[in-house]
């Protein structure tokens, strides 16, 4: 008689293989969306198609774990479902579109503080050039002033990108009650949030401080060709935008996490609040979080983001560039100039 026992085996090998073939394909995803996106955030204009790209796939992570079916986000190709064209160049144009939805936000929300701090650093060199001593207090008391500011509104900004990029319009991004609801189900999330952005700030200033005092602690650098010195500024560009690209990666990854779950609760808690919204539909009956709590969580994020203020502070005083107060890579575009 033939023996019909499955060979379980084999099955085994077969599922192990469809395993390694699928977990190569992975890496091989992720190693060339790390490439691309790299090299877009080499240069500011570019970095608004990087940005929109992080952008739509923190929607994609939300939208998933709320149960959504979601295509992954490309860099060129547009739906599946589309026509030709559409189907080439919309990806394309729907980073663009994005990208720039996600920066008028996080200008609109960051402005407050960054204003301040450009104008304390324009006072502060001022201030030195003409000799003013007893004006010196003003560069240092807006820098506060902007701190305190900063310290109030960055806590809730990985929340209120999330929020944005899962439900893809511009207005999400100014729903301050639903804000204010996820913050208060987001919990210890807050400043854990806080915490990686801070770690996010600090190669950046470290990076300033080292291409500033670059003669210092390697004068080899002073006996450079032109050519020799622009490959080393060449290496120096790519290295920081693959910096900015995979740490504003990897946050808003863990981002979209917290917003999930922070959204399908506050949806099961306050449900008309929510209504029409993709978290609606991932509702899940949660109970409100003690105030206390809540002020307690977001007080240490504030208290974090003093860490970042002055991260960005050294980093900017070592290197004068105006614009990176704007477009820091913790805080906007990433990009790092």
């Excluded at 395993?19 to 570019?46: D, E, F, K, Q």
């Excluded at 004006?135 to 960055?154: K, R, S």
């Excluded at 996820?182 to 700030?201: E, F, K, M, N, S």
Aim: net charge positive; proline share 5%; with cysteine.
């Amino acid at each position: 008689m033939t023996d019909q026992t499955p060979d379980f085996s084999q099955k085994n090998r077969i599922s192990g293989s469809a395993y390694r073939a699928g977990r190569l394909s992975r890496l091989g995803r992720l190693a060339v969306n790390g490439v691309i996106g790299t090299l877009l955030c080499t240069g500011p204009v570019t970095a608004i198609l990087a940005l929109g790209w992080l952008t739509r796939r923190q929607g994609h992570v939300a939208r998933t774990r709320f149960g959504a079916i979601d295509e992954d986000p490309g860099w060129l190709l547009g739906p599946r479902e589309k026509g030709r064209v559409a189907r080439a160049l919309g990806g394309v144009a729907t980073n663009i579109r994005t990208g720039l939805m996600a920066l008028v936000a996080l200008m609109a929300w960051t402005l407050p503080f960054t204003v301040l701090w450009l104008g304390a650093w324009w006072a502060g060199w001022e201030n030195s050039f003409n000799k003013g001593y007893e004006q010196a207090f003003v560069g240092p008391a807006t820098f506060l002033l902007g701190a305190f500011l900063a310290a109030l509104i960055l806590p809730v900004l990985p929340l209120m990108l999330a929020h944005l990029a899962a439900e893809d319009r511009l207005s999400a991004a100014f729903e301050l009650r639903r804000l204010r609801s996820l913050v208060a189900q987001a919990g210890w999330r807050i400043p854990a949030l806080a915490t990686l952005t801070t770690l996010a700030a600090l190669p950046f200033a470290a990076a300033r401080g080292l291409i500033t005092t670059a003669t210092d602690w390697a004068p080899w650098v002073e006996d450079l060709t032109p050519d020799q010195a622009a490959a080393l500024h060449g290496q120096i560009t790519l290295a920081l935008a693959a910096l900015a690209f995979l740490t504003t990666w990897t946050i808003r990854s863990l981002s979209a996490r917290a917003y999930a779950t922070a959204a399908s609760r506050a949806a099961g808690l306050k449900p008309g609040l929510w209504d029409g919204t993709h978290a609606a539909e991932a509702a899940v009956p949660a109970r409100a979080k003690s105030r206390p709590m809540t002020i307690l969580w977001y007080g240490a994020a504030m208290a974090i983001t003093l860490g970042t203020a002055f991260l960005i502070l050294a980093g900017q005083f070592l290197d004068h560039a105006w614009w990176r107060w704007l477009f820091h890579p913790a805080l906007t575009l990433p990009w790092a100039g």
